[in-house]
């Protein structure tokens, strides 16, 4: 409702400035360009912080100085505190970062625009900016059109330096004409609430702009021509420091609970430090002036003052909120959680899949893999339920046949209705995201989803062969007759040890366990096969089991069989497939169906 209302209202003011000053039009296009730069550049540095980028995030933000100083560094480099904030929030929804490191990035962040405001005070006003462009765009615009990924990427940045150079041009230029007719500056406030009217008037615009670094430069060249007093851009700077938190609690509103975490972290930060910097205004200014002339600034030198203004006052916020970043994610923890959010009910719902992880594929898989390993765990749970046996039981290092002789429940649990609350929902979010997702992906990433695809499936697959054998198998695992309950007794403990192997796969981080572990439950599968290895006909011939037993036996050994062998699938793609480090052995190392097939052979003959 509200973007009906406002996107109207900006094309109607645009509008009536583009009549009322043909000025107007030069600086409203300078903005557009200005803005659209930093779209271009955005896109350029997404081409290289797939893998690079996620690589290095454990080893620089294990400490919150090292986050503080990776948000300084990213945001100096790409020049968008809301490109690093989106980047922060999808590598939070991966479990790339936790929310302590996230904090660390976005307050570093904070302080990493303060050097936007350097440059263009010290250089972007100074120096013929446009000069420079026109160089960047046309070579720029030749290496876009290249298809080489990283030539496209260093093209995407050059024309995105370009056209925020010309952006800077044109907005520079625009306001020294427009003061010919109008002198904005003549309707200037002073006092309290002048602060106020321009730190609203500050937030509007970096919510319109969405980008506090496109206010700024606007504001940097207003003054630099004199269309804004200094003390009323001090004020649209607090203003824009407020509305760059606005448009990132937007932003959030489509992320997980960890997204608007941060979201929130955000907000409270950067309100704090406007309210802190408003109290303390006059001392601010003081200190303002002394740095100032201890560095050189002249003292009528008000662009270069802002920028000091600028940095002083998110230098001086990151300072106050470190000694509180621990106190402030439990606060987080506790007040934003999944239950606050979306009430008590019995349905789970995904952890990882939100829209901001769709800016990266790397970002993308990675929630898709974290989300497949979720859906796993539910159906972990639901498919040991449906054997009858205790899920702690399993994970744990108790000997099989104890595991086998401890029930879960004397009568059999509902796995439609679980299927329907911890499955269903799940998986066609997945499948939904993945589509979403295949759109931004490069052909062999696509491959790579595919087979993720499958995996999700597999496990969808494996919980409703678990509900077609749990019937007979609760049946003839307490039946009288021995020979019938030994077969499916045999079928539960086996069904165990896979599901038990499958957890060590998960939780180890030694490849040749890994490896070891999935080739014996191949090994496994095929082994037990019932049809396979006589033992059906051997019952029936000895007239062990009746008819009826030996069709349920055999239709059940083929669900079993379909159930190990879905896992199984699941588990080489998420573990083993999906791991850079294990794919290339795993491939050498795994046993194949093949060999599986050999290996039976060679035992029969022996």
Known sequence: ?????LLPSILVILAYGFWVSPDFKEISAGVAIFLFGMLTLEEGFKVFSGGTLEKILQKSTNKLYKSIGFGFVTTAIMQSSSLVSVLTISFIGAGLIG????????????????TGAWLMAGFGLNVKISAYAMPMLAFGVILIFQKAKSLKGIGYILAGLGFLFLGIHYM???FEAFKATVDLASFSVGGLKGLLIYIGIGIIATVVMQSSHATIVLILAALSVGQITYENALALTIGANIGTTITAVIGSLSSNIDGKRLAGAHFIFNIVTAVVAVLFMSQIIYAVETISAFVGIANDNHTLKLAVFDTLFKVMGVLMFIPFVDKLVNFLNKTLNTKSLKGENNFDSVKYLNDSALELPSISMAVITKETKHLYENAFEI???GLNLQRHNIVSSMPLDEVVNKEYSKVAVDIDDFYNKKIKGIYGEIIDFSTKAQSHMAPEDIEVLYKLKLANRDIVEAVKDTKHLQKNLIKYSKSSNEHIKAQYNTMRRDLAELLRNINIISSTDEEDVMLM???KAKLHTKKYDILANGTLDNLIRKGLVTNEMATSLMNDSAYAYGISKNLIEMAKVIFIDNNSELKSIGEDMLISDDEV????DQKERT
Do not use: C, F, Y
């Open 172 to 174: 520079k230029d625009g």
């Open 383 to 385: 498919i040991t339920h």
């Open 597 to 600: 097939n050999t290996i039976l």
């Open 517 to 519: 572990l999935l080739s």
């Open 99 to 114: 929310l302590t490191q996230g904090i660390g990035i976005i307050l570093g962040a904070n302080i990493g625009t303060t």
């Open 1 to 5: 409702m509200l973007r009906k209302i």
